[in-house]
């Protein structure tokens, strides 16, 4: 779905998948200053980290606030550096947790700051730990570190964007990067609670495990109007007009799934390893999800059923959204900034 929202997507801060093709792609050249994490199938693997190397960047600043990145002269030594510069004091960051990581990035060639968290409109990047899906540079780096550590990165192109680089953010195939790194939080991977009851000309969820949800349509025809039930209130703050909303998602159309056990869902943000984020209510994704998602708690679970008019219209969306379609989601608000 990511491909399909990013009609209306624009992809906030660094992409950092890692070379595996597809994934924000076409989102992320809506907005050049992009970075985000997940890029292509021939990037080999990352070396194995060391905690220092010659030369070394150098890191001034208080923590909680943009750091200063001074590169040395000279070339770096090709090495992976992940080096702790600030020991944290909450809980560690275990395997597949969600660390909510703000950054600040550098080109070490040209001193070419990258955008980051702590610039205008920049938002922190939550970064699945030790997942082969982001580049290593982050998804390595956090890995083990505790709440509230500030982490400092070299990464040489192998733990980073690859053999292709990054264009829109003008980093070379062959650019070393610097990064620092400073980790906010882990962000639960679903919202917890016990579900309310769904009618049953509605579709029932299934979504209990930290997988993609299971989803069945009902053998009548869709509602008019949008549907936007919340199945399990959370006890966050209400989502706001303009924040970045963090998701976890699964989704399927109404027709090509009424009365089967189970629908195929055309998409769902488990496969990618991390959540879905947005800006909300700015037209950035389709209307159903702007208007049924503003004012919602975060840590709830909403049961949206979209109209095709606040959908994708008479718009086929590939051989899973036929025109018209009447889309079905279930969305757990994991976040918002």
């Given at each position: ?8 997507l624009?992809?906030?801060?660094l992409?950092?998948t890692?070379a595996c093709g597809g994934?924000d792609d076409d989102a992320?050249k ?8 997940s890029d ?13 190397a010659s030369?070394?960047?150098?890191v001034?600043?208080d923590a909680g606030?943009?750091p200063?990145?001074t590169?040395?002269?000279g070339?770096?030594s ?8 600030t020991a944290?004091?909450?809980?560690d960051v ?13 080109i070490w060639?040209?001193?070419?700051d990258?955008?980051g968290?702590y610039d205008?409109d ?8 030790g997942s082969?899906t ?8 956090v890995?083990?570190?505790?709440v ?5 990165v070299v990464?040489p192109p192998?733990a980073?964007f ?8 003008g980093?070379g195939?062959t650019?070393n ?9 882990v962000?639960?991977k679903?919202v917890e ?6 009618p ?5 969820i299934?979504a ?14 869709p ?7 919340v199945l399990?209130e ?8 303009g924040q ?8 399927a159309?109404?027709?090509?799934n009424?009365?089967k056990p189970?629908?195929?869902l055309?998409?769902?943000?488990w496969k990618?390893?991390a959540?879905?984020?947005t800006v909300?209510?700015?037209?950035q994704?389709i209307?159903g999800?702007d208007?049924?998602?503003?004012g919602?708690k975060?840590g709830?679970r909403?049961?949206?059923?979209i109209?095709p008019e606040q959908g ?5 969306q590939g051989?899973?959204i ?6 079905v989601?279930?969305v757990?608000?994991?976040?918002a900034?």
């Amino acid at each position: 779905m990511r491909r399909r929202l990013a009609a209306v997507l624009i992809v906030p801060a660094l992409m950092l998948t890692a070379a595996c093709g597809g994934g924000d792609d076409d989102a992320a050249k809506k907005k050049d200053a992009s970075a985000s994490p997940s890029d292509s199938a021939s990037q080999p693997s990352a070396p194995k980290p060391v905690s220092e190397a010659s030369p070394m960047p150098t890191v001034e600043g208080d923590a909680g606030k943009k750091p200063t990145i001074t590169i040395p002269k000279g070339d770096p030594s090709g090495k992976f550096v992940i080096k702790t510069l600030t020991a944290g004091t909450g809980p560690d960051v275990k395997k597949d947790d969600l660390a909510v990581t703000k950054y600040t990035g550098k080109i070490w060639k040209s001193g070419k700051d990258l955008a980051g968290s702590y610039d205008k409109d920049g938002v922190p990047q939550v970064i699945p730990a030790g997942s082969q899906t982001y580049i290593p540079a982050f998804s390595q780096a956090v890995l083990g570190q505790k709440v509230g550590a500030r982490v400092l990165v070299v990464a040489p192109p192998a733990a980073a964007f690859g053999a292709a680089g990054k264009e829109q953010l003008g980093v070379g195939p062959t650019d070393n990067l610097v990064f620092v790194l400073d980790i906010d939080s882990v962000m639960p991977k679903k919202v917890e609670g016990t579900q309310a009851a769904i009618p049953s000309d509605l579709p029932q969820i299934k979504a209990d495990k930290d997988e993609a949800a299971t989803i069945t349509v009902p053998k009548n025809d869709p509602p008019k109007k949008l549907v936007d039930q919340v199945l399990i209130e959370g006890k966050g703050a209400e989502v706001k007009n303009g924040q970045t909303v963090y998701m976890q998602y699964s989704g399927a159309t109404w027709k090509p799934n009424e009365g089967k056990p189970q629908a195929k869902l055309f998409d769902t943000s488990w496969k990618t390893g991390a959540p879905f984020s947005t800006v909300i209510g700015q037209g950035q994704v389709i209307e159903g999800w702007d208007k049924g998602l503003v004012g919602k708690k975060v840590g709830s679970r909403v049961l949206l059923v979209i109209p095709p008019e606040q959908g994708y219209k008479d718009k086929a969306q590939g051989e899973d959204i036929p025109a018209n379609s009447t889309l079905v989601f279930v969305v757990d608000i994991v976040g918002a900034m």
